[in-house]
């Protein structure tokens, strides 16, 4: 096709593609394999907690090298401390500075902590990494993210998960019109739409896993996302009609037949 | 891109493409003519009413036979009688069968006068047109056009040139869920994520004009258009994961560091 | 309380709520006239098809005498012919020349029949019939009943019985802002603030029966609704705040504590 | 009316209206007078920074004064040290030790600062506060609060003074499930329906001014907001009908004219 959307740098790192896959909940290795292909993604989360003590994980970070860029991630980690010593953990063992920051407040939920993330967002940039931390909806903790450093914001949609798409669109157009750093949404992404809406409000990627991995056919789930992501950025940069509360026909009704 | 969604066929005639694009309201013939490659369209509506009389639109008849289909429109047409008219004019002119019908019951909402618009079908469909109606999302009057021989149903999402979306999409479903004929969503797309919308919901192909036609860069907005349309589709068949009103971690915490 | 809502006037009666109530449904004869008592509605309709034949739907009628207005109304009925037997049989049996109108196109659905309806509307006022018809959320629709001579047009939020509220407020509101005839607002309704939308949307009144019958508490219901239709009336009299996308201070910070 | 809903208790003081309300921005001080009685408001709130020095509030203060609780509030306010020394000013003049702790991080949005809202109200919980802080739609800071000895805790709806409503009720609902404090909805609301909504979500009352204060007749939308909000909460209270995706009649369709 002979348009393409424009690329993404963070951090100095240049992305053709916008859409961040995680790697989890696939049926089998070449499922997730021929999703990854199949959804064009550059970068590939995995939780480290796992990656790093499984053989099986092991071996995904032999297949995702070459391939992706992986980002190691810190799901599951409840405290600032538990999550500084698993990005330290990700660093030595898969020798990249990226981390992609979870500090969960409530298990059942899955929402961030705010204070515990900042905390942890300020120890990691100190020792110099590259944060990408998972957030609320918040537009005061996204800017303080930013001012600590942070490479990007990740906030989310809705609850991990759940597929219920963008809750609080609004507040996500706010966010990405202040942002200061590429904003990225993670989490509640359910299907396709979702992901073009987000780019739409103004987010430079999108970050899923559980609507690829758990859809019924994940393959062509990845490449639905590919096109919507890359549909909503160029809806995005084409500048779209204005909402209007009335009707208004294509054109003017001029030279009607017999007139 | 490796996967593509499946062809879609109306009344015998195949296509690849699920956008239809109208051709009204373009800054200049050679934007809409980019904007037409852009899309991946293969069916293009015009109003014949004004086509028929002015030798721009009869250039742009010509132009447009070779590259796609063309579906004349009765735009404009506000009774049963009238329409008809058109539509043979159409015919005549144009050498097509196939009739894109609208019947206008309100000049400022634009929306259908379904007595006179069941009318036409009827009367169409026996004169041997291949007939598209415009109509409400209202389930009854889609089986009603369905009955009457209609070669789809192509209820609105919102007001013509409202870019307000789809705003019953229940509806939308439930139309798509119980008709024998495919489903054209017609009328209140404003941007990419809405046209996907309106695949996952079902529908078989989305027909759009002032989205492209007036965004700001309308080249750019049809590629948008096409990757969101193939995005929905693809989505559709892949079996979206269900909304769920509570998180769920992507992947179960088995294997802690340290535990 | 010191404000009323103002009263409202169908065809020449006078009513001080603006809330109709269905009849069917309820545990118990007890239950409904609580409900009814609670609910302050002067107005319950009740199918005549099932009335007239049944001697429990008859003490109904002769319970119903003297505390509130009959609305016998043609449920079940699909076609006008159907309508208008029905109409007629409901004045002989209960003298009134009101009757609300339901010609069903879809007995899944419950949607209504354009046509039939239209043409029962004709008849109807033609025989000297106050005509209520339910009818689409169709701005045309609505436009051709009251050009019929319908009393009121009674367009649905969503599907009967479905609770989901109204589907597309703008379109109410659009119904509302044209109609020269009132507008009640008819199926959909499943809690209070339901309700009150339609009262700030322009309803000029709301008929619900499930939301209130199937409630677990249908006595405490009704007086639910009872507040949201005052409440919702006095807030589309009072002028409502615009809707903003910033924040915007109650009010501006002079005289700030040491300052 | 003969059903009331039931009393709210707030840190042992028992409250019959579950309305709150704030006293800025009305044209007049005869106008605000009218609109507190009109809503039944047992409690008001005012900023304290302006009260405390202007001779204008101090009045406000007297008037207030035997007619309904006083809570001061922090408007303004950009840290917990802030926070805490204007909420001292307050129990210093007022006699109250109850305060609405507003501690904002974005001067533009007003949305808080979560930090230093959780410093500011374990400091003033320490000094033997009753502290309803106004924070963010988000469960983990709300539990923290609780946990910190907050009253109450009051999510917003969405960005004060936008009237925007309530933009992501799901998580509301989730929030008021969980909350082993009331929940009462600040900010955002604009008219009834948005009120009675935060009520049928599980909200234990509304805190509002704006929607009030600028409406174009101040005292009968406070009548409004009381009906709006009674209405609610007995809807809350009766249990509502489930949402179905089909539609369902009101009754079966049991002995139908001459069947």
């Known amino acids: 096709m002979p348009l393409m959307s424009d690329p993404l740098v963070i951090a100095g790192r240049s992305f053709a593609s916008r859409l961040f896959l995680g790697t989890a909940g ?3 290795q070449k499922v997730f394999l021929d999703a990854l292909e199949a959804s064009g993604a550059e970068m590939a989360t995995a939780s480290i907690r796992r990656m790093s003590l499984a053989s099986y994980e092991e071996s995904l970070a032999d297949l995702l090298s070459g391939r992706v860029h992986i980002l190691p991630n810190t799901a599951g980690c409840q405290t600032a401390k538990d999550a ?12 990249t500075d990226w981390v992609k920051l979870e500090v969960i407040g409530d298990r059942e939920l899955l929402y961030p902590n705010v204070e515990e993330l900042l905390k942890a967002t300020e120890d990691l940039v100190g020792r110099g990494f590259v944060v990408l931390p998972y957030c609320n909806d918040d537009p005061v903790t996204c800017q303080k993210l930013a001012d600590l450093g942070a490479a990007t914001v990740m906030p989310l949609g809705s609850m991990i998960g759940s597929g219920l798409g963008i809750a609080n669109p609004h507040m996500i157009e706010l966010i990405c019109a202040r942002s200061p750093v ?3 949404l993670d989490a509640g992404i359910g299907t396709a739409s979702d992901a073009a809406l987000a780019m739409e ?3 430079a990627a ?7 991995s758990r859809a019924h056919d994940p393959v062509r789930m990845a490449a639905a996302f590919r096109h919507a992501v890359e549909g909503g950025r160029l809806a995005r940069l084409s500048g779209r009609i204005p909402k209007k509360l009335h009707a208004e ?11």
Do not use: D
């Open 26 to 28: 696939y049926p089998s």
């Open 84 to 95: 500084v010593l698993t990005a330290e953990l990700a660093r030595e063992a898969l020798e």
């Open 182 to 184: 590429p904003v990225v």
């Open 201 to 203: 409000l103004g987010c």
């Open 206 to 212: 999108v970050l899923l896993n559980t609507a690829v």
């Open 249 to 259: 026909a294509s054109s003017p009704e001029f030279g009607l037949v017999g007139s």
